[in-house]
């Protein structure tokens, strides 16, 4: 009797197992990760600046688990349902634009064959600054890693305050002229309807969120294309959660 009863549980657990797998498998061909860093630095006391040996484990991960990183405008047509994706892709993003990018992360991104994109803050593109990432740094940067791709985080519009919809249509077509971008990730992940319609009407196609208080979760092909999700990767991140961010269908 007892034997059979343990047969019957591990049947069930098995069968439990596979509908789990299944469910998993199924769902994620409906959902991108989409990884949000910030600094990169060899060692950190910042838990938005994520140290290079963690940084390097993370793609080694991506790498052993299969994944593919999209670049936006495949992003966009997985979005608009105009193209497949492999199952296992996954969307890298930078943002602000900080020169440790280019000395630390970019050279490990291109050695892992991984493509990312850099939300950049406009307003450091003509100054010399060695904190971020100026328009020669990009332009060599361009040169160099083909695989890194660069997007709007505004030019100036890093603050709180309140942006109405001529503050935000003129800064837009601003970054327009620095970087040729149809995509922009909002500061602190901050939007409203005024917001989106400047964007809209500034010819930008996609706007990504972020920030306390916002959703961390995979983004779904259902997602408004201006109010896409993005996940939160931080220094103190365990690499059992950065997994679970990857394969759990949320």
């Known amino acids: 009797m007892k034997l059979k ?3 019957v549980f591990l049947i069930v657990s ?3 197992i596979f509908v789990l797998i299944f469910i998993i498998y199924f769902e994620n061909k409906n959902m991108v990760p989409i990884l949000t860093y910030h600094s990169v630095e060899p060692s950190s006391n910042n838990d938005l600046t994520v140290e290079v040996s963690k ?3 993370q793609l080694k991960m991506l790498k052993k688990l299969g994944y593919k990183t999209l670049s936006l405008d495949q992003f966009l047509c997985w979005k608009n349902g105009e193209c497949d994706k492999p199952n296992h ?3 890298i993003t930078f943002d602000d634009g900080y020169l440790n990018n280019y000395e630390y992360a970019f050279k490990l991104l291109k050695e ?3 493509n990312a994109v850099v939300f950049y803050l406009g307003i450091n593109y003509d100054k010399e600054n060695t904190n971020y990432m100026n328009i020669k740094d990009i332009l060599k940067i361009k040169k160099e890693y ?3 791709e660069f997007a709007s985080h505004t030019f100036n519009l890093h603050n709180r305050e309140m942006k109405n919809y001529e503050v935000v249509k003129s800064d837009s077509d601003k970054m327009k002229s620095i970087i040729d971008t ?3 990730a909002y500061p602190y992940g901050e939007y409203d309807s005024e917001y989106i319609r400047a964007l809209k009407d500034s010819g930008y196609e996609m706007a990504f969120t972020f920030g306390p208080g916002k959703e961390h979760r995979k983004a779904r092909l259902t997602d408004d294309n201006y109010k896409i999700p993005r996940l939160n990767i931080s220094n103190n991140m365990p690499m059992w959660k950065f997994v679970l961010r990857l394969l759990l269908p949320i």
């Open 146 to 148: 083909p695989n890194i």
């Open 5 to 7: 009863v343990l047969l």
């Open 14 to 16: 098995i069968a439990s």
């Open 55 to 57: 940084f390097e484990r």
């Open 112 to 114: 892992y064959d991984f």
């Open 182 to 184: 149809k995509h922009l």
């Open 89 to 91: 892709s996954v969307l």
